[in-house]
């Protein structure tokens, strides 16, 4: 992801949620940043206004990355506030499977030998490209 959507989303969480963030010496996986395209940022601060609101303790995000063509979100927190947590993030993941990856445009999930969810523009422009 961009570094400044990354920034602009960093700001907007509380902190300690993002605790590691591209620090090599960070043993969780998020030293490597919001490992995604751009196009899930609108995602990003629906999200972090959702868990803003419930509030969760002591916890923080350990990786973000795309995987099979959503967005995957792994956390730490206390057992109490997982089951609503886990209810947001699947918001967001089940979100991310209907958002292109690059444009934010409704997208689908498509498998051209790498699952992706992606808009019929963008799918367009790429194979463009590989011609």
Not at 42 to 50: A, G, T
Not at 54 to 77: A, C, H, M, N, T
Not at 99 to 121: A, H, M, Q
Request: with cysteine; hydrophobic share 35%.
């Amino acid at each position: 992801m961009n570094l400044k959507f990354e920034r602009e989303i960093l700001y907007m969480a509380p902190e300690g949620w993002f605790e590691g963030y591209r620090k090599p010496s960070n043993p969780s996986l998020l030293k490597f940043g919001l490992d995604h395209g751009d196009g899930w940022f609108k995602i990003w601060i629906e999200l972090i206004d959702r868990l803003k609101e419930l509030d969760p303790k002591e916890f923080k995000f350990v990786q973000i990355k795309e995987k099979f063509g959503k967005l995957r979100i792994y956390y730490e927190s206390l057992e109490e506030d997982r089951d609503v947590i886990d209810k947001i993030l699947a918001w967001a993941e089940n979100k991310s499977a209907e958002t292109c990856e690059v444009c934010s445009n409704p997208g689908k999930l498509e498998d051209d030998g790498w699952l992706r969810t992606i808009c019929k523009e963008c799918r367009d422009k790429k194979l463009k490209k590989e011609e």
